[in-house]
């Protein structure tokens, strides 16, 4: 599954291979890299002073401290989640499974907006949980764990999918062998599964950990959005852009884009020098 | 073993369809009608879809034998403003502030005379008012008792909702001229910096529009007090959904703005409807409609006095430019160095003491 083996698959016929080629990157051109350049073109205009200048600003300053602090947060608990309910749904026979298995992509079927709403109904002020939540002296909506809350839903697929298929293609037999040798279930797992799987989980928390880092929808229903609170940089830069600082939201989103990029392309780089485990 | 088929993430990853987009729905007139384009924001919806635009209408075809079709777009108002500055044909603009109407006198789009008539350009009139919980448990009755402790006060985002500044501008306002009372020549700003940081302190949640807010307060129960325009107070009524209301005794006009955008009205060739129109929204026969949708007449007359006689009557009103106007106050409070801007970071610092 990792982006490296899929790149290396090259068409066999020089020919045709050239014109897929051009059109292949005519399009990610066009689609993802020309908004992108444009956008870092008028974010950075303005000379490297104002950039700085807006970037460091304390409320965009935050507001990236702590988009980057819940996302995180969320990875950590994607990460073992995530790789234990691929575990499930792959290594457990039980009723329903086919079903579970349908539903674990389902978040990302949801509007993010309804998801916002759907967190506020369920752990809202009003809401019975909420009250709960409330004489414990916690406060989860309204507050930094309810963007936590709301990225860990919006990114809930990640982990899962992109663990689950090289579960699938795991070939039993070395965890046998290490059985075998008298190694336990834990061992097992931690020292001939996990390292097979590792990569993938990799793949899945940079996923989410990007998606996160762009996330708009759910937490400017969840958050509060209190400046220097609760005010994720997405929602900083919405603030920005509406109230007509549009060279302090372009400078804000393009660190966010930045950090997008350097995540993805060393995923990609440590995964070509993870090696094929992947079953081709 | 391996009956589950597991989603490939590369499915996830399919290009994004680019559908045929419809370019160019232009305003194509009939020879016997005429279409006009309105670009408003998000609030004067229901007044003008269910009642204004039907009554213009009818009566213009009696008038003049044509049909009429509009056009409609609604949304926030700067986003609004944002989007004719930037080439939204319509004909007729309806903002929330004259600020925003700002916006599209820079672009060119609408005559800087456009607030230079009897009405001052303005529309409608209304007021920022508290709706409380039945029976009003907090006992809130000015802006002072929304900085009392206990008491969770809503109001959405003065970043992103012009709705929100002016709820902000009417304590900010409200506290100021108390203070140019005392001292007309020097008034002392810390009990206005005061007041602003302990009803900011209360804010619960602050949404990214005004409709959001009420919807979180209403349906949601969050918070004891939404701090809204009366128009939709009055409106959620009308459709039962009553939330009782009070009205401080010193609270700010809101003067929302309608402006005909001249570069799209040359381009349509549509200036008699347009201008038909305005004039219509402004007559008593437009205001009385206004008022059914809860909004206050701009020029009281006697039969609008009587229809509005059973509404609360604030002690002191007092509008915007009695503030020094729209760019003073943005100046004021929301610059970086603003007040408003800056006691969030001081709410911060004092958190949990």
Same mark, same amino acid.
Request: charged residues 20%; contains cysteine; proline residues 6%.
């Given at each position: ?280 | ?146 900085? %009392? ?113 001249? %570069? ?66 943005? %100046? ?20 949990? %003491?």
């Amino acid at each position: 599954m990792s982006f490296g083996s899929l790149m290396a698959q090259r068409n066999s016929r020089p020919s045709q291979g050239l014109t897929i080629r051009a059109m292949g990157l005519f399009y990610i051109g066009v689609m993802v890299v020309l908004p992108m350049l444009v956008m870092t073109y008028q974010a950075a205009r303005p000379g490297p002073r104002a950039f700085w200048e807006a970037v460091t600003d304390p409320y965009a300053l935050h507001a990236l401290k702590l988009t980057f602090v819940t996302a995180f947060i969320m990875v950590a608990v994607n990460v073992v989640t995530g790789t234990a309910t691929a575990w499930v749904l792959v290594r457990y026979e039980f009723p329903g499974r086919t079903l579970v298995n349908a539903l674990v992509d389902l978040p990302f079927a949801v509007p993010t907006v309804v998801t916002g709403v759907m967190l506020v109904a369920l752990y809202g002020p009003s809401s019975v949980l909420g009250a709960i939540i409330g004489e414990a002296g916690w406060k989860v909506v309204y507050d930094q764990p309810g963007i936590i809350l709301a990225l860990l839903f919006v990114t809930y697929p990640f982990v899962i999918r992109s663990v689950q298929p090289v579960l699938l293609e795991l070939d039993r037999a070395e965890e046998e062998a290490a059985a075998t040798l008298g190694a336990g279930a834990f061992m097992t797992f931690w020292r001939v599964t996990l390292p097979s799987l590792r990569p993938s989980i990799l793949t899945g928390a940079a996923l989410s950990f990007s998606r996160a880092l762009g996330e708009f929808g759910s937490v400017v229903m969840v958050a509060g959005n209190q400046p220097l609170l609760t005010k994720t940089a997405p929602i900083y830069i919405f603030g920005e852009v509406e109230s007509g600082n549009r060279h302090g939201a372009l400078a804000v989103s393009a660190v966010l884009l930045a950090c997008s990029l350097l995540i993805l392309v060393g995923l990609n780089a440590l995964q070509r020098r993870g090696g094929t485990h992947d079953g081709e | 073993m391996f009956q589950v088929r597991p989603t490939q993430l590369a499915r996830l990853a399919l290009p994004a369809l680019l559908a045929a987009v419809a370019a160019g729905c232009g305003v194509q007139a009939a020879p016997n009608a005429d279409v006009l384009k309105i670009g408003a924001y998000s609030v004067v919806r229901e007044v003008f879809h269910e009642a204004l635009l039907p009554a213009f209408a009818k009566k213009w075809k009696a008038e003049t034998g044509r049909e009429l079709y509009f056009e409609e777009s609604y949304s926030a108002s700067g986003a609004q403003a944002r989007s004719i500055a930037s080439g939204f044909d319509a004909d007729l603009a309806v903002l929330s502030h004259s600020g925003d109407m700002k916006l599209l006198v820079d672009a060119g789009k609408v005559e800087p005379g456009w607030d230079a008539g009897p009405d001052r350009g303005v529309l409608t009139h209304s007021l920022v008012v508290i709706g409380h919980r039945p029976g009003n448990p907090k006992s809130v009755h000015d802006w002072a008792d929304l900085a %009392k402790p206990g008491v969770a006060v809503l109001y959405p985002d003065p970043k992103t909702s012009g709705g929100a500044r002016w709820n902000v501008n009417a304590i900010y306002g409200a506290a100021l001229l108390r203070a140019r009372e005392a001292n007309p020549e020097n008034p002392d700003l810390a009990p206005v910096r005061e007041l602003l940081a302990g009803v900011q302190g209360n804010v619960v949640n602050m949404d990214h529009s005004g409709r959001r807010s009420m919807a979180n307060f209403s349906e949601q129960h969050t918070g004891d007090v939404v701090v809204t325009y009366e128009n939709e107070l009055r409106l959620r009524a009308k459709e039962g959904d009553p939330i009782p209301y009070v009205v401080p005794p010193a609270t700010l006009l809101i003067e929302s703005p309608a402006a005909i955008v001249e %570069k799209s009205v040359a381009r349509h060739g549509n200036r008699a409807v347009v201008e038909a129109f305005l004039k219509f929204l402004r007559s008593p026969e437009g205001q009385a409609i206004f008022t059914e949708y809860g909004f206050r007449p701009i020029n009281p007359t006697s039969e609008s006095e009587s229809k509005t006689a059973d509404w609360p009557r604030p002690q002191t009103v007092f509008t915007v430019a009695d503030l020094g106007g729209w760019e003073k106050v943005r %100046k004021e409070l929301y610059a970086a160095d603003g007040l408003w801007t800056t006691i969030a970071a001081e709410r911060v610092r004092n958190r949990g %003491k």
